[in-house]
């Protein structure tokens, strides 16, 4: 098959594996839309997003906030929770003089005390501080289950600097991790304990929503017409995950009966957004958080004021939109397209893992960049599919083409030397009968062509000693009719050498090569043609170096090569004229050696029939020449690794041939014809 032909079957292979690649990375793209748009692999995000939250290297600045603890050493010291309001009242008023920020209590008062007397004590202490703000609750009745908002009782609400809901949204496996930055019944208004704390210590970020003071949302909430249909729905608006300082105790605390006590210096506590809340295991509100260690709850409390930094710092994390998600996740899918179809089975398998593993740990460490996350699970299932998928159209391919080369043999090689299966039954082979049947054809195509190339050495050498032996009489004879018929005999003697040489370049087998001396080789070539260039009154140029340069190959087949270059640049060189032949060193370890003359540029249609079987390059066909020296020259430069050309410059033909360069052999290996 030609070159020509063999790039066109090339290019029509890649055109096919493109469309195949394309319709794959299509497949794989509906199955990651599927997968992420259906929500079945979530815990594999949420798993994901925990992984990132604990690789955190990015940690808050914690020291704006202090957490007033409940915890196990204060209940031990101050009695049974709950306390009395007045003690509250008296702690609130050491925090004020210590002139904090701000203060949120994460403690609901939702209901009066038994002594009225301690609610408007607490109510007192709330207003002379005017910066404390209390949560409200969304929880579900006892009797029924319906949802309630509780917020605090009416003095306390009225005495608060502001109110904020507090609680967090828990994922399908029960762990926090978001938080509605907006939330209500029937209409989602009330905002975030957090929020609001950063409100009224003024470091709440511009870009935060801008807040509705709890008297104003109350009133809004009052004048709105709320369908009675909608007036027990939860509504929830603005979903963000947050981003955790650390695991549980990363936050600064003190006791709450160290500071009743007077045991903390005010300067702990100016400045700084102080959060009042139950720390104590059995009490208050505890949720498993992504950063949990060893499965420890985190307290209420803690949450809290993890939000509260991620909000102040401007970093709680954002859901990638829904829409640009699914065409994310269907691009990241289509991916391993780029590099599947270009790489042999075991590097496409290592890089198709190693873009899994890269894609999971970027995605998980992308909120810690940019506060944004796109949930991976379906691209990821997706990349795990990808090598599978291909490997499967691969093999599907490769089962088309034995079935293919399997009827073409069948149909080729002779019934006794047959595949040994009906074409019809093909298709019901397993695929290491398919292999087996294809290489044992492949083995009598190879025997067939042994025999042919035997059978054609066999009979050029027979026709050409009767030939020989003609020509040599005749021209001992003489006569008019020995004139007549030498040129015809010549010819045809010349055909039979031709093809015996033919016939030994295509079975040079690179195994029995050797190092050789190039340089030495075409002397000795030049040599031979010595006289016919004097007969025709032509000068032989030589640039030839006296140092060895070596090649690994064959020398008959190489020697002949150059005497074929030489006879050609002999017969079309004008008389009087020089005739050339060299070695040139190339990059990348290759060799070239050359012959040239004087003559015409060949045109395109003249450069096509070159070194073809056949043909000559002025397109005859009868004459002096069989048309098979050029194509003989091709023929043992591709056996040896190499190519073979023709170029014209400065008004010289120059043919090439190019054959990789060899390292210096041992000293045991020989003279130059080793």
Do not use: K
């Amino acid at each position: 098959m030609s070159r020509l032909a063999t790039a066109e079957r090339i290019a029509a292979a890649a055109r096919i594996w493109r469309n195949e690649a394309l319709r794959v990375a299509m497949l794989l793209a509906l199955v990651a839309v599927a997968v992420s748009a259906s929500g079945m692999l979530v815990r594999v995000d949420h798993l994901l997003f925990d992984v990132g939250q604990r690789l955190n290297w990015r940690p808050a600045a914690t020291d704006e906030v202090l957490i007033v603890a409940i915890d196990e050493d204060s209940l031990d010291q101050l009695g049974h929770w709950p306390w009395p309001r007045d003690r509250h009242a008296r702690l609130l008023r050491l925090l004020c003089a210590a002139r904090p920020a701000a203060i949120g209590i994460d403690i609901a008062f939702s209901e009066p005390a038994g002594d009225r007397h301690t609610d408007r004590e607490l109510a007192e202490a709330l207003a002379a501080c005017g910066n404390v703000v209390l949560p409200l609750v969304v929880e579900v009745t006892r009797n029924g289950g319906q949802l309630l908002e509780t917020p605090p009782i009416l003095p306390l609400a009225a005495a608060a600097a502001g109110l904020g809901r507090i609680g967090v949204r828990l994922g399908e496996d029960g762990i926090a991790r978001a938080v509605d930055l907006r939330e209500g019944l029937g209409a989602a208004t009330w905002p975030l304990l957090a929020e609001e704390v950063l409100r009224v210590a003024r470091r709440l970020p511009a870009a935060a929503a801008a807040p509705l003071p709890a008297a104003a949302a109350a009133a809004d909430r009052q004048a709105a017409e709320v369908p009675a249909a909608l007036s027990h729905l939860l509504l929830r608006e603005d979903l963000r995950r947050i981003r955790f300082a650390g695991p549980p105790g990363t936050l600064p605390r003190i006791p709450y009966a160290s500071l009743l006590q007077g045991n903390v210096p005010p300067e702990l506590v100016a400045g700084r957004i102080v959060l009042i809340g139950v720390t104590a295991t059995g009490l208050g509100d505890f949720v498993p958080t992504p950063v949990s260690a060893e499965s420890q709850p985190m307290p209420g409390v803690e949450v809290l004021a993890n939000v509260l930094l991620a909000m102040r710092d401007g970093q709680l994390i954002r859901d990638l939109p829904r829409l640009p998600a699914l065409l994310l996740a269907a691009f990241l899918a289509g991916v391993p397209m780029l590099w599947l179809p270009r790489l042999m089975p075991l590097p496409g398998l290592l890089l198709s893992t190693t873009w899994v593993l890269a894609l999971g740990l970027a995605c998980a460490l992308l909120p810690m960049l940019c506060n944004w996350w796109f949930a991976p699970s379906g691209a990821l299932l997706a990349g795990l599919f990808a090598f599978p998928v291909w490997g499967w159209r691969r093999l599907e391919a490769a089962r088309r083409h034995l079935d293919e080369e399997l009827r073409q043999l069948q149909a080729t090689l002779p019934a006794s030397r047959g595949v040994g299966v009906v074409a019809d039954e093909i298709g019901r082979l397993g695929f290491e009968q398919r292999i087996a049947l294809v290489q044992t054809a492949q083995a009598r195509m190879r025997t067939l062509a042994a025999e042919r190339s035997e059978t054609l050495a066999f009979i050029s050498h027979d026709l050409r000693a009767p030939l020989a032996n003609a020509v040599d009489q005749l021209e001992s004879a003489g006569g008019a009719d020995a004139r007549r018929l030498l040129p015809q005999l010549r010819r045809a003697l010349g055909m039979a050498q031709s093809f015996l040489w033919l016939a030994r370049a295509e079975a040079l087998d690179t195994r029995q090569m050797r190092p050789l001396d190039l340089a030495f080789l075409l002397h000795q070539a030049t040599d031979e043609v010595y006289a016919v260039a004097a007969q025709r009154q032509l000068q032989l140029r030589r640039e030839i170096p006296d140092a060895v340069v070596w090649v690994v190959g064959d020398f008959e087949a190489i020697e002949r090569s150059a005497i074929n270059l030489l006879d050609n640049a002999l017969r079309h060189a004008p008389a009087g004229s020089e005739v050339g032949i060299g070695v040139q060193r190339l990059p990348a370890e290759a060799l070239r050696f050359w012959v040239d003359n004087e003559g015409a540029e060949p045109g395109a249609a003249q450069r096509a029939r070159l070194f073809r079987r056949f043909s000559r390059g002025d397109g005859a066909r009868s004459g002096a020449g069989a048309g098979l020296g050029l194509y003989f020259v091709r023929t043992v430069a591709e056996r040896h690794g190499g190519a073979a050309g023709v170029d014209h410059a400065a008004g010289r033909i120059r043919f090439w041939v190019a054959l990789p360069a060899a390292a210096d052999p041992p000293p045991e290996a020989g003279g130059p014809n080793v």
